[in-house]
């Protein structure tokens, strides 16, 4: 069971766009805010656990006036924002809007609610053959140009982008060198079965370095959530599950920009700061209670992200299966 569990979960992230207990702190308190995060006190920090989100699936024209000056106050090129636009004016038409909202609102939940097979459906009917486009393309297409890789050969396209190359390869400024760049910063990462979610960190550093991965945009970032894939435990890799471009917004609060996954509409969302971020993902993705592998970790462009913490609900449930008999 643990093992289909494992495989569902995964199939899931890399077609859209594992854990150990070794750094995950112990809860020991819950408030709850006005804004309507709970702060989850885990050891010396806050893990915020956010109960919803503000949002916009940029179907307007003031939400996208927003969106457009945060990326280009944070020197997103003028190209790569025009490029965007036109894939979310896109997707907005193909599923004739259905489900989407209009400038920002708040959701109760991480994840709202879309009907994925009608937009999947809706994509079928005009491109048969076309997936369209994932996080990965869409995070990657907007800051391209401030992504440096020295070592970047031509390669056999990875297992975990086998999805991704046709939609990318579709993008109109598309070149060989850009598709290089991209499956060699998307590649997955060859590490262990056993290794902690610490060598695993260590791996990614060691692995960006070596390929000497340069980001050169100061002002926007790449946040990448890393999953340590131990299907095959004979391949074990890393790779990115789900990556999305942050960017300084209005009253010193955060934008982060992403597409869900294929099927799932791009998205803009307001936080106060990196610790509600992490609350949003590690939510979202730090939920696999199988025990196998390490758990998920965020970098911010080459570097672990700021206020990254467990998910503390995975955490005690982990501790929970550890003390029951094992059901397979």
């Excluded at 992230?13 to 885990?42: N, W």
């Excluded at 109960?51 to 000056?69: C, F, H, L, P």
């Excluded at 209670?289 to 700021?306: C, T």
């Amino acid at each position: 069971m643990k093992k289909l569990a494992l495989l569902c979960s995964l199939g899931i992230i890399i077609a859209g766009c594992s854990t150990q207990i070794d750094q995950a702190a112990t809860t020991t308190d819950t408030t709850q805010t006005q804004s309507g995060i709970i702060a989850t006190e885990t050891g010396t920090q806050s893990y915020v656990q956010l109960t919803g989100i503000r949002y916009s699936n940029m179907t307007d024209a003031q939400s996208q006036a927003e969106v457009k000056n945060a990326l280009l106050k944070a020197d997103v090129s003028q190209t790569a924002v025009q490029a965007f636009f036109a894939m979310v004016d896109d997707f907005t038409k193909i599923v004739e809007g259905k489900g989407l909202n209009h400038g920002f609102t708040r959701a109760e939940t991480l994840t709202p609610e879309y009907d994925s097979d009608f937009y999947q459906q809706q994509r079928n009917n005009i491109h048969q053959d076309f997936m369209g486009y994932n996080c990965r393309i869409t995070a990657f297409s907007l800051l391209q140009d401030a992504i440096k890789i020295k070592d970047a050969p031509e390669t056999e396209i990875p297992e975990n982008l086998m999805f991704d190359m046709p939609g990318f390869r579709s993008i109109q400024s598309y070149t060989k060198e850009k598709d290089r760049k991209f499956v060699n910063f998307f590649a997955q990462i060859p590490t262990t079965a056993t290794a902690t979610q610490t060598e695993n960190i260590q791996k990614v550093k060691d692995t960006l370095a070596q390929k000497g991965v340069e980001f050169l945009n100061t002002k926007a970032s790449l946040i990448s959530v890393f999953f340590h894939d131990v299907i095959d435990p004979s391949t074990a890799n890393l790779f990115i599950g789900h990556i999305g471009v942050l960017v300084p917004s209005e009253n010193g609060e955060l934008l982060f920009i992403e597409k869900i996954a294929f099927d799932q509409p791009y998205q803009a969302v307001k936080f106060k700061n990196r610790a509600e971020l992490n609350g949003y993902l590690m939510g979202k993705y730090d939920v696999d209670y199988s025990g196998e592998g390490s758990r998920p970790f965020i970098f911010e462009n080459g570097s672990l992200m700021a206020d990254f913490q467990l998910n503390p609900a995975t955490t005690q449930q982990l501790k929970a299966n550890l003390q029951s008999p094992t059901s397979e």
